[in-house]
């Protein structure tokens, strides 16, 4: 089993910056797919980075240019830099780990975080 856990949520500005982290436990994700999604009330979990164990990365196009992923295999974790936020990235960011190479839906991953809420002010 993989516990995830989110970390680095809070309040920002139009424009500011944030640095989410994930920390894994259990078992190693060197090998495994990870991803970010988020989810605002009302809404579908929607799609918002993936990363493979090689550190190839994929965007949704929202936040292409503006996120960027990262992992750390040493310490069993990754990361999500997100700069130039925007109101409508405000939601409750998940960590999720064991989707394929290719995943971008939420069914396709094994193991989620609890998620941390982003909230973005204009």
């Known amino acids: 089993q993989v516990q995830l856990v989110e970390s680095g949520g809070g309040l920002v500005q139009a424009g500011g910056s944030l640095r989410l982290s994930c920390a894994a436990s259990g078992r190693t994700v060197s090998s495994y797919t990870m991803a970010w999604f988020r989810q605002t009330p009302g809404k579908e979990r929607e799609f918002v980075a993936r990363i493979r164990w090689n550190g190839i990365t994929y965007y949704a196009d929202s936040v292409k240019g503006r996120f960027t992923f990262s992992r750390d295999n040493a310490k069993n974790m990754v990361y999500l830099q997100m700069n130039s936020l925007e109101p409508d990235d405000a939601a409750v960011y998940y960590c999720?780990?064991?989707?394929?190479?290719?995943?971008?839906?939420?069914?396709?991953?094994?193991?989620w975080g609890q998620g941390t809420q982003v909230t973005v002010s204009s």
């Open positions: 999720a780990a064991g989707g394929t190479q290719t995943a971008t839906s939420p069914s396709a991953y094994t193991y």
